[in-house]
């Protein structure tokens, strides 16, 4: 199935001249079917995305009354701006942005002090505290969540935006660490000693000196984190129950459950959810995949 | 150099505040979720030691094993639909025009929220309006299927959308790891005259074997901790159908209050995660894979 690979120039490598010309015509053939697979295969995954920004901007009577394929006959932008200011979407949603703002840059500074400790200090057991945090990469959530609520409780930070923040940061600190490990392992050390020759402190070499230099690996770990945590469900869900603490993705449960009905308006609502995280991928494409692929499998 | 960098006291404020985090917030945690299910505990009030009695209710109780089979599934099939993300894979990292474009658009389920997720394929699945039911009556099929509503097709039902999330991000680790084999390698299985099946048998797929074993444990750890998606489109209904290990633990301790009996399930969620790790890593061991 996978004579895609033997096209062009490489055919001839591969083969007598005698039987290059059927040959090519066979693995041009080929390439086309793969080509169209793998074109397929696209329409699947970004369809069902299509369809949502379509039934968005349509109102029940085309909704239910016409084709889903179709469409809209005029954009009912006012979907948008109804969900926008009836409901409490423009609350949770600023409530996404700073739990996200905040616990990346709480996570991705607590990370990289980590990394320059274990990478750039001399210190016993520092094996150990790597190893720590990357086992705690399989832990899964659930096993936590009783006793972080009943710990919550306890300390009356129940319902308060800190234990989410807090929950995010410590369970994305080892992805993060892990993303950026790499990136500190291969960075030259030699500014580093030299500023320490100079008789430059501690401090001032990580935050005036390598901090810079790994802002490249910092923006694609600050992308990941916030791709996990504006996503993030379980914890929001679990730990509060105030309407003004809701984060997006819990808020438009309740916000979907009163709407059931109108689906111009639940389309509008999961697109005004999914945007922010849209954009980022048109604009920082390559930094997600890079921080996905860094991130996930290291053996 | 080295006396500056070996200062105790830095270290030890590098290092404390995130050691303090993931220890109070995930370590202490796993042990308490131990403890707890020791006990009869509504959550609110005074605890009740009681021994091993939630585990051996654990061990006892159908609907639990009906929730860890629905698990133990979904993990089945996302493990199996590796093989169709490994051939797309192999596919795409072939000489293929714009394969960098696709692999981006193949990504993008995956960056979504879980709950937006649930909440479109609910609308997919929708029994008179959801485009899956409008083709098949399109089609000429009478009375399609309720889809979520039926408690045989609930769980199935689940599996598309989580393999549609999921596609995109194990395409991209085999892409990656394929376009990490020398190109030289390939070249000279070629012109030794290895077919293109070959060469992806015989040589591609045990050189990124590392991968594909990282990915297995992933794929099914994953699925046994799978919740989001399932608590929003079915909550585990109809009647149980679609009940997973976490979303059970859910219900009993935050719907039910036995938050003993929740952490019991707890407990044996976090021991059944690793004891699976271990497993896969042990039974999927190969040789040297370096290259």
Not at chain 1, 29 to 58: D, E, R, T
Not at chain 2, 146 to 168: C, D, F, H, K, T
Not at chain 2, 220 to 230: C, H
Request: charged share 10%; net charge positive; aromatic share 14%.
């Amino acid at each position: 199935m996978n004579t895609v690979k033997t096209t062009g120039s490489q055919a001839i490598v591969n083969e007598k001249k005698t039987n290059l010309g059927t040959n090519s015509l066979f693995s041009r053939a080929a390439y086309g079917i793969m080509y169209l697979f793998l074109i397929i295969v696209a329409i699947f995954q970004i369809f069902p995305i299509i369809w949502l920004f379509l039934f968005s901007l349509k109102n029940n009577q085309e909704v239910f009354n016409m084709s889903p394929f179709a469409l809209p006959e005029s954009p009912k932008w006012e979907n948008y701006s109804k969900v926008w200011t009836e409901g409490n979407i423009s609350l949770y949603f600023f409530n996404s942005v700073t739990y996200t703002v905040v616990a990346v840059i709480l996570t991705v500074v607590l990370a990289s002090m980590v990394t320059f400790a274990i990478t750039r200090m001399n210190w016993k057991g520092s094996k150990i505290v790597l190893g720590l945090f990357m086992i705690g990469l399989m832990i899964p959530v659930h096993s936590t969540l009783i006793p972080l609520f009943s710990t919550f409780t306890k300390l009356n930070m129940i319902d308060n935006p800190l234990s989410v923040i807090l929950a995010y940061t410590a369970f994305n600190l080892p992805i993060t660490i892990m993303i950026l490990l790499g990136f500190y392992e291969a960075l030259p050390r030699e500014v580093e000693e030299a500023a320490v020759m100079d008789g430059a402190s501690i401090n001032y070499i990580f935050f005036k000196i390598t901090l810079p230099m790994t802002s490249p690996v910092i923006a694609t770990a600050a992308i990941i984190n916030m791709i996990y945590n504006w996503n993030e469900f379980v914890f929001v869900n679990t730990f509060i129950s105030s309407e003004k603490f809701k984060t997006l993705t819990v808020g438009i449960q309740n916000f979907i459950g009163q709407y059931t009905t109108d689906w111009g308006a639940i389309g509008a609502t999961l697109v005004i959810s999914i945007l922010p995280i849209l954009l980022a991928f048109f604009l920082l494409s390559n930094r997600i995949v890079e921080g996905i692929a860094s991130g996930s499998v290291k053996g | 150099m080295n006396k500056v960098m070996s200062n105790k006291k830095v270290i030890a404020m590098y290092i404390a505040p995130a050691l303090f985090l993931v220890l109070a917030l995930i370590y202490v945690p796993i042990v308490q979720t131990g403890y707890f299910g020791l006990m009869k505990w509504n959550g609110i009030g005074d605890m009740e030691f009681i021994g091993l009695k939630n585990y051996s209710h654990l061990i006892n109780d159908p609907l639990f094993w009906k929730s860890a089979l629905h698990s133990f599934l979904l993990a089945v099939f996302s493990a199996l639909s590796l093989i169709g993300y490994l051939f797309i894979s192999i596919i795409l990292a072939g000489k293929i025009r714009g394969a960098n474009l696709l692999r981006k658009i193949y990504l993008i389920p995956m960056l979504l929220a879980s709950v937006a997720i649930a909440q479109l394929w609910l609308k997919i699945y929708h029994p008179t309006n959801g485009i899956l039911n409008t083709v098949l009556i399109s089609l000429g099929v009478d009375n399609p299927p309720a889809w979520l509503a039926e408690s045989n097709l609930a769980l199935y039902a689940i599996i598309v959308p989580i393999i549609w999330q999921y596609a995109g991000f194990y395409i991209l680790i085999y892409y990656a790891a394929l376009k990490n084999i020398p190109e030289s390698l390939i070249e000279a299985a070629r012109i030794d005259g290895a077919t293109p099946l070959q060469i992806a048998l015989k040589i591609k797929l045990p050189l990124i074997m590392n991968v594909i074993k990282v990915t297995i444990v992933l794929a099914v750890v994953g699925s046994l901790k799978y919740f989001d998606l399932i608590y929003v489109m079915t909550d585990g209904g109809p009647n149980g159908s679609s009940e997973v290990m976490a979303s059970y633990m859910y219900h009993k301790a935050f719907k039910g209050f036995d938050f003993g009996y929740g952490s019991a399930i707890g407990f044996f969620l976090l021991v059944i995660c690793l004891v699976v790790t271990f497993i896969i890593s042990k039974l999927t061991k190969t040789k040297n894979d370096t290259y």
